[in-house]
């Protein structure tokens, strides 16, 4: 059991992280009033602007996602879309929870 939970990816352990990276394997591109409203829907308490940009932050620099910036006419949008690497590694992840959970009995 060890083994398994070892190759549990803490990037992923935040319930944000997790749930942001759900949301882009499911999305091909989600923009931040979107992902914010999507989180809103499924969280108890609605995240901060300031704590989803922290969040996103990270897992761009762990190269898990991609920030794209445009302009929709005068307004700014900013779009984040999953990397390759950051797909390989939330299913690297999700087959690690599947083991575990096959390996106690459910």
């Not at 549990?8 to 997790?18: A, M, T, V, W």
């Not at 992902?35 to 190269?63: C, F, T, V, W, Y």
């Not at 898990?64 to 690497?85: D, I, M, N, W």
């Amino acid at each position: 059991m060890k083994e398994i939970i070892s190759r549990l990816n803490r990037d992923f352990e935040n319930r944000y992280r997790l749930a942001i990276m759900s949301l882009l394997m499911v999305h091909e591109q989600v923009d931040f009033n979107s992902l914010k409203e999507l989180l809103r829907d499924s969280a108890q308490e609605p995240i901060s602007d300031g704590n989803l940009a922290s969040h996103i932050h990270s897992m761009e620099k762990k190269g898990l996602l991609t920030v794209s910036k445009e302009f929709v006419g005068r307004k700014p949008r900013t779009s984040y879309q999953a990397t390759a690497e950051g797909r390989k590694a939330f299913e690297a992840h999700l087959n690690a929870l599947e083991e575990l959970i096959r390996s106690m009995g459910g």
